[in-house]
């Protein structure tokens, strides 16, 4: 599996910016794929995660509200809509694999077997 993250940039505070994550090779409907954020000097941090199916979204607590996960099987791909951006958002944003599936492990990083390669998000007036 090999994930390609895209859609990062500047946005204001308030502002929205859609980040997606394009999956090639072979995907179950019961894999998960999920979002990651680290901002400078702080610990890779969950965002959301959804099923391949577009089923199962699940947020993590800071952002519930605000940003929206969701699955496009037709283009492979799994797409994080950001709205109400806030400075603290701001990070290197990864998409990734867990083939196991489990909603009771979604936040753990060790989960995920396959990373893409980030894409960069600042949010600052």
């Known amino acids: 599996v090999q994930l390609q993250a895209s859609g990062g940039g500047l946005a204001q505070p308030g502002g929205s910016l859609t980040l997606s994550c394009v999956a090639s090779g072979s995907i179950s409907s019961s894999y998960a794929i999920g979002w990651f954020r680290q901002a400078p000097r702080m610990e890779r941090e969950f965002v959301a995660r959804i099923l391949w199916s577009g089923t199962e979204p699940y947020y993590s607590r800071s952002v519930m509200g605000r940003f929206t996960i969701s699955a496009d099987n037709a283009k492979n791909t799994v797409s994080l809509q950001m709205d109400g951006l806030r400075p603290e958002d701001t990070g290197v944003y990864y998409c990734?694999?867990?083939?196991?599936?489990?909603?009771?492990?979604?936040?753990?990083?060790?989960?995920?077997?396959?990373w893409g390669q980030g894409t960069q998000v600042t949010v600052s007036s």
């Open positions: 990734a694999v867990d083939t196991g599936g489990r909603i009771a492990s979604a936040r753990w990083g060790g989960s995920y077997e396959y």
